[in-house]
């Protein structure tokens, strides 16, 4: 079984930065690709930003050059740096991880909430 702990969402003003992590624990079997989702209320769950194991990421265009994902591979953990919050990134957002025996794991999820 594999774990996923989010943390860092919160409330902060348009304009403002949010950091969130997301730890990975359990029978993980190597880390294909872990990455960050969201759901807006009445939307769909969308993907946000995904990084490989060796490091190559992937964004959506709504957040290219505001959003940044990193992750530290010793400690199975990513994160998602997010400045120029805008009132439209309020979501819930879910942590992700795809091991490499083709198993896909999620987050319980964090809000983030963004005010104008």
């Known amino acids: 079984q594999v774990q996923l702990v989010e943390s860092g969402g919160g409330l902060v003003q348009a304009g403002g930065s949010l950091t969130l992590s997301c730890a990975a624990s359990g029978s993980i079997f190597g880390v294909n690709a872990m990455g960050w989702y969201r759901q807006a209320p009445g939307q769909q769950r969308e993907l946000v930003a995904t990084?490989?194991?060796?490091?190559?990421?992937i964004y959506v265009d709504s957040v290219k050059g505001r959003f940044t994902i990193s992750r530290d591979n010793a400690k199975n953990t990513v994160y998602l740096r997010m400045n120029s919050l805008k009132p439209e990134d309020t979501a819930v957002y879910y942590c992700k991880l795809n091991n490499r025996l083709g198993g896909a794991y999620w987050g319980e999820g964090t809000q983030v909430t963004v005010s104008s």
């Open positions: 990084i490989t194991s060796d490091g190559r990421t």
